[in-house]
C-alpha cells in the first residue's frame, strides 16, 4: 500500500528555533500533500495545501510567514516552523494523495512529527 | 463550513462486544467519507472510504454506513479486541478536503 513517510518523529527545542518536518511519499507521486496540526483530543486542523512547484494554499488563520511550505519534488514536501515558540507546540502530520488512481483515491498519512518548544 | 462531531468522546466496552461509532455532519453536499484509526502520538491509518453514491463499506469486521440526508455515518465493529483500543476519527471530503471529527477513544478491555 502507500506509504508517507514523515521525520522526525519527535522534536524538541528552544524558543527562537527554526524546524523543518519533511513528508515523503515513499512509493507514489504526490502533486498535492497536506498539512494538519492537531492539538491534544481535538480534531485535526488543515493548516495548508501543498502544491509541487508552486506556492501553497494556506487555510484562513494559519500565518504564511510562520509557517513555510515547500513542495519541491513529486515525492516532498516540507513545513518549517520559523521562530517557533511554546504556542507553536503541537501535532503536525502531512498526508499526501495519489492522484494517479483517479479521484476517489484515499489520502495516506504519515506517522506525525510531536514538536516541543520550550 | 462543515461540522463534524463524534459523540461519544470516549468509550469502554469489554472485550467480544460490539463497537458503535457515530459521526453527524452538518452539510450533506459531501464527496466522500473516511474513517480512520489513530494510535497515540501516531498518525492516521485508513480504515474505510465510503464514496458519496455508496450507502455502506465493508472490510472484515468492520461495516460503515453513510446516511447524506440525516447526515450521520456509522463505524461498527464486531466482536471487539484489546487490539482494537484506539482513537477513531471520521473525516468529510470535499473538494478534496478532509474536515475530521475530535474522535472517540475505544478502550477494548480483555
Known amino acids: 500500500g502507500a506509504v508517507v513517510s514523515q521525520h522526525p518523529s519527535r522534536v524538541i527545542c528552544k524558543s527562537g528555533t527554526s524546524v523543518k518536518i519533511e513528508c515523503r511519499s515513499l512509493d507514489f507521486q504526490a502533486t498535492t500533500m497536506f498539512w494538519y496540526r492537531q492539538f491534544p483530543k481535538k480534531s485535526l486542523m488543515l493548516m495548508a495545501t501543498s502544491n509541487e512547484g508552486s506556492k501553497a494554499t494556506y487555510e484562513q488563520g494559519v500565518e504564511k510567514d510562520k509557517f513555510l511550505i515547500n513542495h519541491a519534488s513529486l515525492t516532498l514536501s516540507t513545513l518549517t516552523v520559523t521562530s517557533a515558540h511554546p504556542e507553536d507546540s503541537s501535532f503536525y502530520i502531512c498526508s499526501a494523495r495519489d492522484w494517479t488512481g483517479g479521484r476517489d483515491q484515499p489520502q495516506h498519512f504519515g506517522d506525525g512529527t510531536r514538536l516541543s518548544i520550550l | 463550513k462543515q461540522e463534524v462531531t463524534q459523540i461519544p468522546a470516549a468509550l469502554s466496552v469489554p472485550e467480544g462486544e460490539n463497537l458503535v461509532l457515530n459521526c453527524s455532519f452538518t452539510?450533506?453536499?459531501?464527496?466522500?467519507l473516511q474513517w480512520f484509526r489513530q494510535d497515540p502520538g501516531k498518525g492516521l491509518t485508513s480504515l474505510l472510504l465510503i464514496q458519496s453514491s455508496q450507502r455502506e463499506q465493508t472490510s472484515g469486521r468492520l461495516n460503515a454506513s453513510l446516511d447524506k440526508s440525516s447526515g450521520r455515518s456509522t463505524l461498527y465493529i464486531a466482536a471487539s479486541q484489546p487490539g482494537d483500543s484506539a482513537t477513531y476519527l471520521c473525516a468529510l471530503i470535499n473538494d478534496y478536503k478532509l474536515s475530521f471529527g475530535a474522535g472517540t477513544t475505544v478502550t477494548v478491555r480483555a
Open positions: 452539510d450533506s453536499a459531501i464527496y466522500n
